[in-house]
């Protein structure tokens, strides 16, 4: 009878016990591993990802233990990535080309966080420079590309003098570059070796995604860099006033971590002067230079192959190819490529162009004069747009317009060709726009100690104390 009156009572605990878990309050703590993945997928920033990986073990297990990967490329596919804030180049000149006429900066490029990254921050808006990037050997570096979390940097560090044989105009050109990848965000950088150690025209200078099998973002360990040069034909020792482009790939890899140079010439492909060829835009993985010889150089990234973009004869009759007058964009999600022009009389023209098709068509075409009344001041409104407008930077979205006063900035809507004043940007942002986003992955910690180490710091307390007091605490 006992035996069955203890079996009964165990019973009756067991199951008071069942019904007050059951009765009792649930929390996040209850869910299982995948409902508790589905509800870390709807974070909106990286930033609280990485804050919710730092709450206990288990979800630090979810978002970067052995199944971190494939949620960090879930969570990568449903949130893509945004920008904390833009850096913005100080191009004084508007000058493309890196010839004997560019004048380098006199200051670092400007960061400006977005309203997002300043609400994520609870000391307030996130600031970032580049302040930890030792200077140039001749004078401060210019912003040049920026991607993801990189920004690439150009300086000058040595200016070459050619062979008297040679002509002036391509002697006063040349140099070595200065080339520096950086990461504002965890003070980072690093340096890229030269081109065979000689001295080169630079057209330009642009960073690649590194290493696309493993799935990898673009970051400090993964990351290419691209060098197009001018090289000049000349024969019997003399130039013959036009060149070709040649394109050097920086790439880091081997055992001791050595940068190795792939270069990549194109001799059919022939340019002007290098101070008539001037950067013209980069879009769907291919960069375009703009020459007054009414001709545009296409470089495609995957291929490192140049080719020439056909115009349409009457298309090229009334086109004006200038420093800051042409630039080629994106045309979103139609996969179409565009060319902006601002024509002398200050007009903004849009041509499109379609893939496989040859025929470009003006789709839209403003004149800034009318637009732009009311959005100035009255003294201001009669000479705002008189003289050479600059354009200094555009995307697949808009473009942005320097009067030559300088008074203000405008931007034209590609879509609507609205004109808008740029009061937020300030007009000292004379240079392309970066925008900048967070490493990826995130960086994810958690605090691991389950007690362990706290019972070995005491039972080592306990070690050091006199016998006679672990006796007295004993009894």
Not at 58 to 86: C, E, K, V
Not at 236 to 242: A, K, P, S, T, W
């Amino acid at each position: 009878m006992g035996t069955e009156s203890l079996r009964r009572s165990n019973i009756c605990r067991k199951r008071k016990r069942r019904n007050q878990l059951t009765a009792g309050p649930t929390s996040v703590h209850d869910l299982t591993d995948d409902l508790l993945e589905l509800v870390l997928l709807r974070l909106d920033s990286p930033i609280g990802l990485v804050r919710s990986a730092a709450t206990c073990k288990r979800w630090h297990r979810l978002m970067a233990g052995t199944y971190g990967a494939a949620f960090l490329r879930r969570f990568r596919s449903l949130h893509p990535p945004q920008a904390i804030g833009t850096f913005y180049s100080i191009n004084l000149d508007g000058s493309r080309s890196y010839g004997q006429d560019h004048v380098w900066p006199e200051m670092d490029p400007m960061f400006v966080p977005s309203s997002a990254s300043a609400s994520d921050e609870p000391s307030g808006a996130l600031q970032l420079s580049i302040d930890f990037v030792p200077p140039a050997n001749r004078g401060t570096r210019e912003l040049v590309d920026g991607r993801g979390s990189l920004l690439l940097l150009l300086g000058e560090k040595d200016r070459t003098e050619r062979p008297t044989c040679m002509c002036c105009w391509i002697a006063a050109d040349y140099m070595t570059p200065d080339l520096v990848v950086c990461e504002p965000l965890t003070r980072q950088y690093q340096a890229i070796p030269p081109p065979s150690g000689r001295s080169v025209c630079v057209l330009g200078a642009f960073l690649l995604d590194g290493d696309t099998s493993t799935g990898a973002a673009i970051g400090m360990k993964n990351f290419r860099v691209l060098l197009v040069h001018y090289e000049p034909d000349y024969s019997n020792g003399e130039v013959n006033g036009h060149g070709h482009p040649l394109a050097s790939v920086f790439t880091r890899g081997g055992r001791n971590g050595r940068w190795h140079c792939g270069e990549k010439d194109e001799v059919g492909v022939y340019l002007p002067r290098l101070d008539e060829v001037q950067l013209a835009g980069r879009t769907g993985g291919r960069i375009y230079w703009g020459c007054e010889d009414k001709q545009v150089v296409v470089l495609d990234e995957r291929t490192l192959q140049f080719s020439a973009m056909t115009l349409a004869e009457q298309m090229m009759k009334w086109l004006e190819f200038g420093r800051d007058n042409f630039r080629v964009v994106g045309g979103g999600h139609s996969g179409m490529v565009r060319i902006v022009h601002l024509t002398y009389d200050g007009e903004v023209e849009v041509f499109g162009h379609g893939r496989g098709n040859d025929d470009w068509v003006l789709e839209m075409r403003v004149r800034m004069e009318e637009a732009s009344r009311g959005l100035v001041v009255e003294h201001e409104e009669e000479d705002c747009f008189a003289g050479e407008t600059r354009i200094i930077d555009a995307d697949e979205s808009l473009v942005v317009l320097l009067p030559p006063n300088e008074t203000c900035l405008f931007s034209v809507d590609l879509e609507t060709m609205m004109l808008k004043r740029e009061d937020g940007r300030k007009k000292k942002y004379n240079g392309t726009a970066f925008p900048y986003t967070l490493p990826w992955p995130p960086v994810m910690r958690a605090c691991l100690d389950d007690g362990t180490k706290r019972r070995k710091r005491r039972r080592k307390r306990r070690r050091k104390r006199p016998s006679s007091d672990r006796n007295e605490q004993s009894s």
